[in-house]
């Protein structure tokens, strides 16, 4: 059972670390820090004053990047490596005594769920800011701050909820893809009729 558990943190900070890798670090240092709740020895790595300090600094970062149009775009440009990596390096810490191979497969996995929620932020980011108004960009990173907020606290205390919240977060990312996929191959089917139809 503890397994399950441990792929359950693994699965939820991997999956929160992809929209906001800062205030995931910084929920696991704090949480190792106060104890919230029992965690497993290897959470103490996330114990460090330099970890700590550094991930609110760069939360509180991010929060006020994250709230400026066109600029956050820029901000997830440059975290495209930078997020992927940190899931990977975040999954493998918490899971502790592996063998090389169990290792590499969750490090892969932690990654993968980075990626796919760095993109997917990274996308819905780009389209609301084709919109003429702030507000849509403020309400999706706080909606975006909460949610990482909530996972961290659920993944900490119930991981096995916090597993099934990533499974229906990689269902719906999947879909999302798929309408995203289809919205631009259309973009581009227009764009040769226009052109053509404004030469003649």
Do not use: C
Not at 35 to 58: E, H, K, M, R, T
Not at 122 to 129: D, E, I, K, L, P
């Amino acid at each position: 059972m503890e397994w399950i558990a441990t792929l359950g943190r693994t699965m939820g900070f991997s999956f929160a670390a992809g929209i906001n890798l800062y205030a995931t670090v910084a929920i696991l240092g704090l949480a190792s820090r106060y104890n919230w709740v029992s965690l497993p020895p290897q959470y103490q790595a996330f114990d460090n004053d330099f970890i700590i300090a550094a991930a609110l600094g760069l939360y509180v970062v991010e929060f006020v990047a994250d709230k400026i149009p066109w600029f956050d775009s820029i901000w997830d440009t440059v975290h495209t490596a930078v997020r992927p990596l940190g899931g990977a390096v975040i999954a493998v810490t918490t899971l502790g005594e592996a063998s090389a191979t169990t290792e590499v497969l969750v490090g892969l996995l932690g990654g993968a769920l980075a990626a796919g929620t760095h993109f997917t932020k990274s996308g819905t980011r780009a389209v609301a800011n084709t919109s003429p108004e702030p507000f849509s960009n403020w309400i999706l990173s706080l909606g975006e701050d909460a949610f990482v907020i909530t996972l961290g606290l659920v993944a900490l205390k119930y991981p096995v909820i916090a597993a099934g919240i990533v499974i229906v977060g990689v269902v719906m990312i999947a879909l999302f893809a798929t309408i995203l996929y289809r919205a631009i191959r259309k973009r581009w089917r227009r764009r040769p009729a226009v052109a053509s139809g404004s030469s003649a």
